[in-house]
C-alpha cells in the first residue's frame, strides 16, 4: 500500500471532537476501516525492515506491534475512553520488546517515527552508559551521522539532572550518560504519512536511525 489513507486522519480528527462510547459504536465500521489501513502499513514496514535489519522478520505480526486504541482510565483524571491515535512498536516481540525497537505514532498534527530504547530497565539502562563509557568515539560517531544524514539527534527530556553514580561531571559524554532513554525521533505532517512515497520516505529515515539501534543491541548483548 505505502501510505496512509486520508479516511483514516478524518476518522482520528472526528474522534478528537467526539470522544465518547456512544460515537465509536456508531462509528465502528470507520474505526474497523483505519484500524485495517494502520495494520497493513505496519505490516509494509515490517516487510521493508526486515530487509536490512537481523533483527526484524516477516514472522512479526502487525496486530502484535499495535497499540489498543481503548485507554486505561482507571487512575487517570481524563475519563476520555479512546485514544486519538494509532501506535506500534516493531520489534521481534511486538509492541512488548524490553530493548530497542522501532515505533510509530499516527495523530492529526502529531504524528512521528521513532527509533531507540525507550526507559530501559536498570541493568540495560547501566550496560549502555557503559557501553557509552568504553566506547563513546563509536557512540558519538554514530549520534553525529545521525545529525548529519537527517538532521536528528537523540531526545534529551527523559534525563538526569545530576551525573549517574559512578560518573563525574567532567565526562565528555555526560550529556548523554544523562540520558534515562536512547531514542531518535522524527516529527511527520499529516501529508508525509498521506504521501503515496511514505513507505519508502519512512524506511529510509529508519535506515539512517539503524547504527543507533544496533549499537544499543550490542550494549545490551541482544543479538
Known sequence: MGHINQNTFKFLKDLQDNNTREWFAEEKERYEAALADVRLFVA???????????????????????????????FSKDKTPYKNWFGAGISKDGRKLDGPEYYIHISPDNSFIACGYWRPEKKHLDAIRQEIDYNEEKFNAIIADLQKKSGLTLEEEDKLKRPPAGYEATHPSIEFLKLKSFVAHKSL????????????NIIALYKTMLPLKQYLHEAIDND
Not at 521493508?48 to 502484535?64: E, G, V, Y
Not at 505532517?189 to 519508502?200: F, G, H, M, R, W
Open 189 to 200: 505532517s499529516d501529508s508525509a504519512l498521506t504521501d503515496k512515497n511514505a513507505l519508502n
Open 44 to 74: 509494509d514496514l515490517i516487510n521493508s525492515l526486515s530487509q536490512f535489519d537481523p533483527h526484524i522478520t516477516t514472522d512479526i505480526q502487525a496486530n502484535k506491534c499495535l497499540f489498543r486504541i481503548y485507554r486505561d482510565t482507571r
